[in-house]
C-alpha cells in the first residue's frame, strides 16, 4: 500500500557529503510527515529530520546545522548531509506517516535502509 524506496548511502571520509533520496508510492494514501530516522549496530533508531506536508521542519540537535531535509514532491524526501562525522555511521531509514484517504488513522511506514560510513 505504501512503499519507500531510498537511495544515495555509500561511504565518505569524514568532512564529506551524502545526498539521500527517498521516493514513495503510496496511491490512494495521504502522506502527512516524512522524515529520516538512523540506527547503529547496538543501538536504538533515532530521529534525525521530520518535514510536514506543510514544509516545517525538525531536526535532532546533533545534525542542526549540518544536514537539510527538504521536500519538492508530496511523496518524495531528501536528506542533504554536510561535515560528516564518523559519529554519523548508521543505517538511514526513510519514513512517511500516511493515511488512507477515506480514513482517519494514520500509520507509520519504513524503507528498507541505506547505510551510511563516514570514516575518520
Known amino acids: 500500500q505504501v512503499q519507500l524506496v531510498e537511495s544515495g548511502g555509500g561511504l565518505v571520509q569524514a568532512g564529506g557529503s551524502l545526498n539521500l533520496s527517498c521516493v514513495a508510492s503510496?496511491?490512494?494514501?495521504?502522506?502527512?510527515?516524512m522524515g529520516w530516522y538512523r540506527q547503529a549496530p547496538g543501538k536504538q533508531r533515532e530521529l534525525v529530520a521530520t518535514?510536514?506536508?506543510?514544509?516545517?521542519t525538525n531536526y535532532a540537535d546533533s545534525v542542526k546545522g549540518r544536514f537539510t531535509i527538504s521536500r519538492n514532491n508530496a511523496k518524495t524526501v531528501s536528506l542533504q548531509m554536510n561535515s560528516l562525522k564518523p559519529e554519523d555511521t548508521a543505517v538511514y531509514y526513510c519514513?512517511?506517516?500516511?493515511?488512507?484517504?477515506?480514513?482517519?488513522?494514520?500509520?507509520?511506514?519504513w524503507g528498507q535502509g541505506t547505510q551510511v560510513s563516514v570514516s575518520s
Open positions: 503510496a496511491t490512494g494514501f495521504s502522506i502527512n510527515t
Open positions: 518535514i510536514t506536508a506543510g514544509g516545517t
Open positions: 519514513n512517511a506517516r500516511a493515511r488512507p484517504q477515506a480514513l482517519i488513522v494514520t500509520r507509520d511506514y
